[in-house]
């Protein structure tokens, strides 16, 4: 496959000159450009066919890369020394003065920030003079991407460079906090509530969409294979793929396990990668069992249910 590369050289320079870039992270593949380019930041809403008013997370390699863009708490601090670099974007108010693109926030006050955990993709953005601006590497409403071949199946030779990460670790997008307002989830990911609670000391609520969307992103139909998915099912029906949480049913060709044991980083890993092949196999549709909604069950579980939207 000719454009997926592991030459951190070479994204510099694509990403210098405005252009875009596959990059792994430790959630998911991500579409990245340089976040203070409006012609790069263009350029990825396009390919994505993503709507300009949906604004996308800024990736950072350091705090202090941060701190010229936007304006941090003591929240903010509490949970970057637990949890950065790692699965958590941050919603925080962007400074006057800030070099972000008007594009990248969709000209909000806010900014969605995070430090991805990924050696190329760290490493990449520590040779970098800017952030880079990275939404996950799919089509708008279709399944994010895991692997480097994923990207390729999502946008075929339209990007110029995927650098190969390998699958990604976590397998689910990062936990989006808003530190703007009462701190509150505006997507469950790979950070759980309960670790978040565990270092604020407080309860935590994960937002309920309502039409004063916080994150439009986050409304209508998303993380969809392209054919329908049923939830809470306790069989499939004829011609139909059965995904189930652990083996308990009698397995049959048409039955799909997130993970052998019950295990809830196992399960989140596969998630994507089970739907993507599910939907390669030719299925019509998928019937999926129950799931348990605690830790990553909460964002397994939300993935599910924007995917079984219409
Ligand atoms: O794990 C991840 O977060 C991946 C990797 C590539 O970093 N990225 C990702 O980006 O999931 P994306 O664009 O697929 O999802 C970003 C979500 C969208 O739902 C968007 O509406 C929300 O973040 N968002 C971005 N900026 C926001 C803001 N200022 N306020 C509220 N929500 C925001
Ligand atoms: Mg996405």
Wanted: hydrophobic fraction near 35%.
């Amino acid at each position: 496959m000719k454009n997926i590369h592991s030459n951190i050289e070479k994204a510099k320079k694509y990403l210098t000159n405005n252009n875009v870039v596959a990059i792994p992270t430790e959630t998911v593949y991500g579409l990245a450009g340089n976040a203070y380019s409006n012609k790069a930041v263009k350029k990825i809403f396009s390919l994505k066919k993503r709507s300009l008013k949906n604004p996308l997370i800024v990736h950072y390699y350091s705090i202090s890369d941060l701190k010229q863009d936007c304006i941090i708490n003591e929240a903010f601090n509490k949970l970057f020394r637990k949890f950065c670099p790692g699965p958590l974007t941050f919603v925080l108010n962007k400074k006057k003065n800030s070099r972000l693109s008007k594009y990248v926030n969709a000209n909000k006050k806010t900014i969605a920030i995070r430090f991805p955990k990924n050696k190329i993709t760290q490493s990449l953005l520590s040779k970098l003079n800017f952030p880079l601006a990275a939404p996950s590497a799919n089509i708008s409403s279709k399944l994010s991407s895991v692997t480097a071949t994923d990207v390729k199946d999502e946008f075929g030779n339209k990007i110029k460079l995927i650098l190969n990460g390998g699958k990604t670790k976590i397998g689910l997008e990062s936990t989006i906090v808003d530190l703007t307002d009462k701190i509150s989830i505006l997507r469950p990911g790979g950070i759980t509530i309960e670790q978040l609670e565990a270092v604020l000391h407080c309860k935590i609520k994960l937002k309920k969409l309502s039409k004063n969307i916080k994150s439009p992103g986050q409304l209508g139909l998303h993380y969809s294979p392209g054919i329908p998915v049923r939830l809470n099912a306790n069989y499939p029906k004829k011609n139909e793929a059965f995904l189930q949480f652990s083996e308990k049913a009698k397995n049959k060709n048409n039955y799909f396990t997130l993970s052998k044991s019950g295990n809830m980083r196992e399960a989140a890993k596969n998630l994507f990668s089970i739907l993507r092949l599910i939907k390669k196999k030719g299925y019509s549709s998928i019937a999926v069992g129950r799931i348990p909604s605690h830790g990553l069950g909460l964002a397994i579980n939300d993935r599910l249910k924007k995917a079984s939207n219409r």
